[in-house]
């Protein structure tokens, strides 16, 4: 292993890859999106999703205005948007009537979801703190649209056979999701392989 202190030499992308997600605003008449990579689900009671978005950023003035966002996840087929709304700014474009965005309205708050979407979140700015050159923006998912093919029903998983979500590699490159071989671990997998357990009482050492 290669061992360097300076993340600007070393890169700061190993966690990649990753599904990236387009956040879409709407502040009045105005509308953008930006793709992001930097994110994560945080609570289940509430629901809680956030995303960090650079202050910068067109969509994050319209963001502060707003208090609300979508999250929406595209499949491989859709990474023209993806990459499209990731590298092009609202200041200098109205991306959704240039790039022919298609919108769904939500059904809570004003901004819309992406018709391509196999999946989007309707979330309200709950909190926001300031991470570094980042903004890490929580909200509360209030909503949650998805295509009914696209999730395993019994275990609400991405159903590989059904959508070939695009991941994210890095660079500009992107990937698809494929499953070249699929395995179930569960607790009760596990304990089936055998393997050691502790007995009553045994200390660790
Ligand atoms: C794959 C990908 C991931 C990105 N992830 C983030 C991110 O997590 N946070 C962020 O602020 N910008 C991220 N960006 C950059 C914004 O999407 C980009 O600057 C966009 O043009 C901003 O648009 P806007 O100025 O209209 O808001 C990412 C771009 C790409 C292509």
Redesign the pocket.
Known sequence: MKVERSVEKAGFYHYYPVV?VVVAVKAGDQL????????TALSFDPPLFG????PK????QLLKKSGEFTANFLTFDNVGI??T???????EVD?FSAYRIKTLPSTVIKTPVLKDAYAAYECRIVKQYKTGD?VFIVGEVLAVHYKGNAFDKKDKMPDLKSVTPAL?LGA?NYIAIKSFGQIRMGKEDILKRGGPRRKKGQKTE
């Open positions: 990236p953008d999106a930006l793709t992001c990579a930097w994110y995303v960090a978005i650079a950023r067109y969509s994050y993806i990459a709304v990731g590298r092009t700014s609202g200041k991306k980042h994210y500009d």
